[in-house]
């Protein structure tokens, strides 16, 4: 959901609710064990369309506010995802006091009349922001009304930290349900199922209620009018109050339902109209929702908590294997402790320092070989991490714009690798440790800044099908290759313009001779893929080409790449025009990649990320300036070159 829709819908109940948290739970905590804390990591809840490990929910619910995967308190206790989302749940008075929410620009914090950080990018406290919350509010039903591209920073970061606010105000009062007490007076057939006078617990209620609601319905007949509208008055009283409390508690799916034909998991809040309404299932999930409601109570005795915790999840887990949504839990757990991908974008820093070494003392035979496994052993981990997420999700490999990421930059990593088997240059190696540094750099910068679970449900357009799952597989290779082939032309460029090894002409020739091989390899994959692309338009939309950018972007790499061929199959240009061209190359590539998504038309739009398209300005840029260096290069050696016989003979005569 798009922030000016969530701001609102929302709006009303962020007002109605912020400004009156429920932190009932305030007592002094002492640190999670870690038996609760796998505990709560391995519960399965529902979150964006599909069911993922309640880990995984807290990971990225962290990464939106705090922009940050851990958390230091004051006491100088570091806090993980799971523990800190335990303290939000069950400690909200003093999860409040956390620097929980990164804002960028103090100005933000300044437009709600609240008093900024030294700092222009800095943490603050629920605490510290509340006084100004009615004016964020405020302010964030303004900025709404703006069209997003022509909302400024402090605008945009308004409706962001509104945002997080409500996200953040929906987890404290997640479990405010579980103070509630419930009676009912009179002497209704409804008030004789509550004879407490000191009443009892929203899911005691809910069972008590709805066995009342169903024996009546049983025998309708049984009641005089005063005696029915008495009941009646009585549950619409009692209903009523039971959804006040129960309202706020819809940050998480945490209960499978029963039925086998149900996709959508429950809340508390689900629960509670589920159970009003009748439905069947209601029993069970009343089962669970009374086992939840009994744990804020238990926090400060662990052991009892942990009691209660495990037989909740005992029967989350087991109504969700039943259900046959429970086998990948384990494996998305297993991914992201392994931090493959984490681990993978430093080890290819270290390679490329090794690279960098390598190059410094070219006769040691020991980093010579050494620097290909360098680089071997980052790769291994990013295809055992892409290749996990393929059984996560049984998916094909790329299904988001993050996914493409990792695909393209394992593709030229491997590609650059079997370069540098065939011809040993120590080049593609190079390369190859090059293009995986800087991938892994943006697929961190990436995942940080949209701060969203990267393996989402996808659109029915964006389903997998075999056309669909073949088009993206292979128009993604030719994207890899294009790139390569732009960086390799980097180094050809730059070798020319320093003279690098000027009289080694074999290394020159091995150069062109591998940015010529990546390009007829990049155009037949392109080729293969657009085409498929149509198949696939084709069978979703009933068209083969509809002139969209994205369609386009694919069609200029193909044409653009042909461009280049014949060019130099027909001496238009020589070593360093290819080069050149291939830089153009990687630019269109980038552009159908990534600058496509920025338009905000066309049927392929999924990826829009703010703040991209600077970067792509800064990149073309750059890359103008390298190819006018090309020029400068291709006139010194043009008005450097030996005489030809024939201006000798002229000379002389």
Not at 80 to 106: A, C, E, G, H
Not at 152 to 171: C, P, W
Request: hydrophobic fraction near 45%; glycine fraction near 8%.
């Amino acid at each position: 959901m798009s922030i000016p829709i969530l701001i609102r819908r929302i709006l009303p109940l962020v007002i109605a609710v912020v400004l009156i948290p429920t932190l009932a739970f305030g007592a002094d905590r002492e640190p999670w064990s870690d038996e609760i804390v796998n505990l709560f990591s391995t519960l399965p809840v529902q979150d964006g369309g599909r069911i993922k490990p309640f880990d995984t929910f807290a990971q990225f619910a962290m990464l939106q506010l705090n922009g940050k995967r851990s958390f230091t308190t004051e006491g100088g206790e570091r806090l993980k995802p799971v523990p800190w989302m335990l303290d939000v749940l069950f400690y909200p008075r003093i999860s409040s006091t956390y620097q929980n929410f990164v804002v960028d620009n103090y100005d933000v914090v300044s437009a709600m009349g609240v008093k900024i950080h030294d700092k222009r990018r800095s943490r603050y406290s629920y605490k510290e922001l509340e006084p100004g919350i009615s004016t964020l509010m405020d302010l964030a039903r303004e900025y709404a009304a703006i069209d997003s591209k022509a909302r400024g920073l402090v605008q945009q970061g308004v409706l962001d930290l509104a945002n997080n606010i409500f996200l953040y105000d929906q987890l404290i009062n997640f479990l405010g349900f579980s103070n509630g007490r419930f009676t009912v007076s009179g002497d209704s057939a409804l008030a004789q199922a509550f004879p407490e006078e000191d009443g009892v617990t929203l899911s005691v209620a809910l069972e008590r209620a709805t066995a009342v609601l169903g024996e009546l319905k049983g025998n309708p007949s049984n009641m005089d009018t005063d005696a029915l509208n008495a009941v009646v008055a009585d549950f619409s009283k009692l209903f009523g109050e039971l959804e006040g409390p129960a309202m706020r508690a819809q940050a998480i799916a945490l209960f499978p339902p029963a039925q086998p034909d149900t996709e959508a998991w429950q809340t508390p809040a689900d629960v509670v109209s589920t159970a009003i309404s009748g439905v069947h299932n209601a029993p069970v999930s009343l089962s669970m929702l009374e086992k939840l409601e009994k744990l804020p109570a238990l926090r400060a005795d662990r052991p009892a908590f942990t009691t209660a915790l495990r037989t909740l999840h005992e029967e989350i887990v087991g109504l969700a294997t039943e259900r046959g949504e429970y086998s990948k839990i384990p494996l998305e757990l297993n991914y992201y402790k392994g931090k493959y991908i984490f681990y993978s974008q430093w080890l290819f820093v270290l390679s490329f320092v090794l690279v960098a070494v390598s190059w410094l003392v070219p006769r040691s035979k020991w980093i010579h070989y050494v620097t290909p496994l360098a680089v071997s052993v980052p790769t291994l981990l990013l295809i055992i991490g892409i290749t996990m997420r393929c059984f996560i999700r049984d998916r094909p490999p790329i299904s988001t714009l993050y996914e493409t990421i990792l695909f393209i930059t394992a593709t030229a990593v491997l590609v650059s690798l079997f370069i540098e088997y065939v011809n040993r240059q120590r080049v593609a190696v190079a390369m190859a440790s090059f293009m995986g540094m800087a991938g892994m750099f943006v697929a961190y910068r990436y995942e940080m800044k949209e701060a969203v679970d990267t393996m989402p449900s996808l659109g029915a357009v964006l389903d997998t099908n075999f056309w669909l799952a073949t088009h993206v597989t292979i128009i993604n290779i030719g994207y890899a290759a294009g790139m390569l082939s732009g960086g390799l032309a980097h180094v050809y460029i730059f070798s020319r313009l320093f003279k690098f090894k000027k009289e080694d002409k074999e290394y020159y020739r091995s150069l062109n001779r591998m940015i010529y091989g990546i390009l007829c390899f990049g155009l037949i994959f392109s080729t293969v893929g657009t085409i498929l692309g149509g198949i696939w338009a084709n069978d979703s939309w009933g068209r083969f080409w509809g002139w969209d950018p994205k369609e386009n972007g694919a069609l200029m790499i193909v044409l653009w790449s042909l461009v280049i061929l014949h060019a130099k199959m027909g001496r238009y240009i020589k070593d360093i025009g290819v080069s050149q061209g291939s830089i153009i190359l990687a630019g269109i590539t980038a552009f159908s990649w990534w600058g496509v998504n920025q338009l905000g038309v066309g049927l392929h739009s999924y990826g829009f990320t703010s703040g991209i398209m600077n970067a792509l300005v800064v990149y073309w840029t750059l890359e103008v300036l390298v190819i006018g260096l090309g020029g400068i290069v291709w006139l010194r050696d043009r008005n450097g070159a030996a005489p030809t016989k024939a201006q000798k003979e002229a000379a002389a005569s």
